[in-house]
């Protein structure tokens, strides 16, 4: 199997199991404070993995009500719980396939790009950011959110658990990836919460220059 279809099956039995509500649950503790400190916005906003969609609903419903909201989601059954959520909505679109080789369409920016939980299932980190980099428009803000990270002893043995291959950057390699892309600004924070959630997350953010940067 490759390595893709490895996540995916392991998403779509996860959503079919639970509704990955309680993953849900305990991501929602440290992603809340970082949504709800954001400024309205009626530009575009770009989930990456959304999973049962609690973010998407939220940024849908509140922070970009007045704007689009767009994910793409590997796993169709969790894209099914994603769309449930927003189904009285007409301003989300949910497209099922890897972000990898997603193409936006022609000429869609995005004012926020946001993930969490995600980018660690990527092989090629580095071109994930490079493309959602690619994806901002000017002026716009990448946030990439993860527990699995090399500093993170808790999460050391996810990978054999969850029986998929996992990419473990140290902290540092996100800030440098964000920076090689281009973005500027780029800072990290750290965020605890949740019941049963161990570990930290990782907040790396980034923005895109408003005007292009010359050499
Ligand atoms: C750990 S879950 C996190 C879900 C949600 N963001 C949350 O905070 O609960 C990872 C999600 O990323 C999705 N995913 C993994 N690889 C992906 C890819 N290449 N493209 C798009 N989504 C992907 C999975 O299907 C899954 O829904």
Wanted: glycine share 8%.
């Amino acid at each position: 199997m490759s390595h893709e279809l490895d996540v995916e099956t392991l998403f779509d039995e996860w959503a079919i199991e639970d509704g990955a509500v309680d993953m849900a649950r305990e991501h929602w503790a440290r992603v809340e404070p970082v949504l709800s400190a954001l400024e309205s916005s009626e530009g575009r906003y770009l989930e990456i993995g959304p999973g049962n969609g609690y973010a998407l609903e939220y940024i849908a419903r509140s922070k970009f009500a007045k704007g689009y909201v767009r994910a793409v989601e590997l796993s169709q059954e969790m894209a099914n719980m994603s769309a449930t959520r927003v189904q009285d909505l007409d301003n989300v679109d949910i497209d099922v396939g890897s972000f990898l080789s997603w193409h936006a369409p022609a000429g869609m920016q995005f004012d926020l790009i946001f993930s969490m939980e995600v980018f660690y299932y990527f092989e090629d980190i580095a071109a994930a950011i490079e493309k959602a980099a690619r994806l901002l428009a000017p002026g716009g803000e990448l946030i990439v959110m993860v527990d699995y990270y090399e500093e993170s002893e808790d999460s050391r043995d996810w990978s054999q658990e969850l029986g998929v291959k996992l990419t473990r950057w140290p902290q540092n390699r996100y800030l440098d990836a964000f920076k090689a892309a281009g973005l500027q600004s780029v800072k990290q924070e750290i965020k605890s919460g949740g019941v049963q959630e161990f570990g930290l997350t990782v907040c790396t953010r980034g923005r895109k220059p408003s005007k292009p940067v010359h050499d």
